[in-house]
C-alpha cells in the first residue's frame, strides 16, 4: 500500500520560507512523478511544484517560479518543497501527490497525502 508521508508547514510572516517535505512507501511503479497541489475551499487543486523521479525535469506553477523550488531524493523516494519569499496568497493547505505523470495535473497522480497547513501572515 502506498504511503505519503508530509511534513513541514506551519505559520510564517510574509516574505519568509517554509519547507516541506513528504515521504512515500510502498510504491512500485516504474515511473514516479512527486509534487505538490494547493487548494482553497472555493477553488479546484491547483499544482505547484512537481519533479520527475527519473529524469530530474521539474514544473512549477507560474504564480511560484522563482519562489518555490521543488527537489528529489531518489534512494529515500522523498520531495522537498522550498518555499521562499511567501505571499499570503499562498495560504492554504498543501498536499503531496505521488503518481506516474507529472504533466497531467491532478489526473496524473494517484496517491496523495493528507495535507499541511501553510499560512502566511502580512
Known amino acids: 500500500q502506498v504511503q505519503l508521508v508530509e511534513s513541514g508547514g506551519g505559520s510564517v510572516q510574509a516574505g519568509g520560507s517554509l519547507r516541506l517535505s513528504c515521504a512515500a512507501s510502498g510504491y512500485t511503479y516504474s515511473s514516479l512523478c512527486m509534487g505538490w497541489f494547493r487548494q482553497t475551499p472555493d477553488s479546484p487543486r491547483e499544482g505547484v511544484a512537481a519533479i520527475d523521479f527519473s529524469s530530474g525535469i521539474t514544473y512549477y506553477a507560474d504564480s511560484v517560479k522563482g519562489r518555490f523550488t521543488i527537489s528529489r531524493d531518489n534512494a529515500k523516494n522523498t520531495v522537498s518543497l522550498q518555499m521562499n519569499s511567501l505571499k499570503p496568497e499562498d495560504t492554504t493547505i498543501y498536499y503531496c501527490?505521488?503518481?506516474?505523470?507529472?504533466?497531467?495535473?491532478?489526473?496524473?497522480?494517484?496517491?496523495w497525502g493528507k495535507g499541511t497547513r501553510v499560512t502566511i501572515s502580512s
Open positions: 501527490a505521488a503518481g506516474p505523470k507529472c504533466d497531467a495535473g491532478p489526473a496524473g497522480m494517484n496517491y
